[in-house]
């Protein structure tokens, strides 16, 4: 299959105020994230490199000690390994994650 509707895709929540939909192919996902105002993604790592684009709202990220509010079409890129968290603003947020390789523990 290679195309989708987000909307068909049922939810996973990945912390309190946080869901995604992903979708994913041989060697990479793609993590469609809604964040409820004020939500927040603790901090942690993983090995997978990670970048995003912020399509809706604002977020407040840090990656590796380094804090910054970016908001509509601002991007970003994480590599594996390193320390990153994210809180979103008073009106929530919408992010497209994409991880390689493929997160398995994202497929659903």
Do not use: C
């Not at 709202?57 to 509509?72: L, S």
Request: glycine residues 12%; without cysteine; negative net charge.
């Amino acid at each position: 299959m290679y195309y989708f509707d987000p909307k068909d895709r049922e939810t996973k929540e990945l912390a309190p105020g946080v869901r995604t939909r992903t979708f994913w192919g041989e060697n990479l996902l793609l993590s469609v994230l809604e964040m409820d105002p004020n939500s927040e993604v603790p901090s942690h790592t993983h090995s997978h490199e990670q970048g995003g684009i912020i399509i809706q709202g604002e977020v407040e990220m840090g990656i590796a000690g380094e804090a910054m509010t970016i908001g509509p079409g601002y991007v970003y890129v994480i590599p594996g390994d390193v320390e990153h968290w994210a809180k979103s603003g008073a009106q929530g947020a919408k992010v497209m994650d994409v991880f390689s390789p493929v997160r398995e523990e994202f497929k659903y």
